[in-house]
């Protein structure tokens, strides 16, 4: 199976399909060699996929109801490079963007902007087509997700992970539009104990969002 592990600076985002979050947190030595040293933490803003313009905060409140009724503004978490596991994908190589509308307040850089109770985007764009090619044949190949039939690019897949137990638990949604070389993933997180979507309602949530999304350049 092909995974895509997103290196962030960040935190985890998402641990569900095939994306596999994980930490990546740049020290800075100070210019005092006698001070202790400490971890920054560095956002990269040397690109725009303008994940965080693809939608307005109006579009949101709308499609996700009381979830959203607190919605904060959006976090662009900036530039991610990405890794592909697996056979054949040696030459797959991509970055992403990832924005974030968190449900609540209280969001920090250092907690990922409550990314766990959130609605989030996530853009990312390939080298070549045979990059969103790869991964739609493995989410066909593995049945990882369900074939939305919408006018949604050129392939739309949807998946929810509902099985998580545990004190820190969290639910998440789905949806992941492939289009050319660029894929797009609407996604909702919520504490597995206070999730307030069903797979079906969260599915119909992110669907409609999908459609009213910018087509971006």
Known sequence: MVKKVIISILIVIIVAGLVVGALYVIKQTQNNPTTDTSAVTVLDFSKDYEACNLLDSASIKLALGDSAANLQNPENMGIVGNKAI???VD??????????????????????????????????????????????????????????DEPLGDFAFYGANTT???????????????????????MIHQPADSSSFTEETAKTALIQLAKLAKQPN
């Open 86 to 88: 697996g056979n054949g």
């Open 164 to 186: 998580a137990i545990g004190p820190d638990a969290t639910y998440s949604y789905k949806l992941e539009v492939f289009t050319a070389k660029t894929s797009i993933r609407y």
């Open 91 to 148: 030459d797959l190589v991509s970055d992403s963007q990832i924005c974030v509308y968190a449900f609540g307040t209280g969001g920090t850089l250092e907690n990922g902007f409550n990314s766990g109770d959130a609605f989030s985007i996530e853009r990312t764009v390939y080298i070549n087509e045979a990059g969103t090619k790869t991964f739609v044949d493995q989410i066909t190949l593995q049945s990882l997700a369900v074939a939305v």
